[in-house]
């Protein structure tokens, strides 16, 4: 305890020595820093909650019921998937249609982004104007490309003037049932590989040149240098690509909402189209409802089914 004089009067005053809680401080900078980042994550978060988790939650309550939108909803339970699996021979062929355009439009996603990628990663001048050139499309309106697209595609477009050049009689592209489907792939194929051109030259950059140059000493061609240096270390883009590219794969719906229509027929009706057909032409909510429901399903079966699978092909540096 200390002492103090203070004035005339000698009296003593008692002064508390002021200690250091360096715990404390510690404990309300960490709050701090807590509610800091819940404040600058609040809008994010809201806008999850509100158009997506909920949306989500809703469309899956709705698929149990039969709605029009004019009428109060009717419970019906499992009557929607009963019908949309079991009853409903068009949603087969849709499937298969969805199915198809995947599996045509990834693997040539993947391979051209590649290519073009290493490629650019060469001794090449101009890469950032090709770079631009090739993202070009994909900062473009789908609308607006596939209008464009439509133009080219008709009898006495573009493309079948090019093919007549050589000889070739070139087919009804939007018309055919055999080539509606191929035309959809091909636009889509323009329009998206460049956000793939960059994520593969954003990867090959991060490769050190070292491993390329003891391989070239070593006698190693650029095909083996290729395949044992280029794709194990590039393994993590390719496979950020290939889950994203099938996720936006399996949604597709502006290109043949404005190429084909989902038809001739319904040749290149997709899940999406045909969700947006029950639910805003038809007014069946329920069933609509449904179709995205078997949809999210859908893909996040294939998305878990890539992160387990990644394990023997994906190599992550240590």
């Known amino acids: 305890m200390l002492r103090k004089k203070v004035g005339t009067n000698q009296m003593s005053v008692a002064i508390q020595p002021k200690v250091f809680d360096a715990s404390a401080m510690a404990r309300r900078r960490k709050w701090r820093d807590i509610g800091g980042a819940y404040l600058f994550l609040t809008p994010n978060m809201l806008g999850f909650l509100v158009f997506i988790l909920f949306p989500l939650v809703a469309s899956f309550v709705i698929s149990f019921f039969d709605w029009s939108l004019l009428t109060p909803p ?6 929607n998937y009963i019908r949309l699996l079991a009853q409903d021979p068009v949603f087969h062929r849709i499937l298969f249609n969805t199915l198809y355009f995947v599996f045509g439009y990834v693997p040539l996603n993947i391979v051209v982004s590649l290519g ?81 051109l960059l994520v593969f030259s954003a990867g090959l950059q991060a490769i050190p040149s070292y491993f390329y140059e003891s391989a070239a ?4 061609t650029g095909w083996r240098q290729f395949w044992n240096i280029t794709i194990p270390l590039l393994s993590p883009s390719i496979f950020f690509a290939l889950v994203m590219t099938l996720i936006t794969s399996f949604q597709v719906f502006d290109q043949v909402f404005i190429l084909t229509s989902g038809g001739p027929g319904v040749s290149t009706t997709t899940l999406v189209l045909y969700m947006y ?42």
């Open 74 to 79: 009717t419970f019906i339970g499992l009557g």
């Open 277 to 318: 057909q029950n639910g805003f032409a038809y007014f069946h909510m329920g069933y609509a409802a449904t179709i995205s429901t078997i949809l999210f399903l859908l893909i996040m079966a294939v998305t878990i089914s890539q992160f387990f699978f990644q394990r023997r092909w994906v190599h992550y540096e240590v």
């Open 217 to 220: 000493i070593d006698g190693a």
């Open 116 to 196: 073009l990628a290493v490629w650019l990663s060469g001794r090449i001048r101009g890469k950032s104007v090709f770079r631009v050139i090739f993202f070009f499309p994909v900062m473009t309106p789908a609308i607006a490309v596939s209008l464009v697209w439509l133009l080219m595609y008709g009898q006495s477009g573009v493309i079948n003037w090019f093919l007549s050049l050589v000889h070739i009689q070139g087919p009804n592209w939007v018309g055919s049932a055999f080539w509606a489907m191929p035309a959809v792939i091909l636009m889509s194929l323009w329009y998206g590989f460049g956000y793939n």
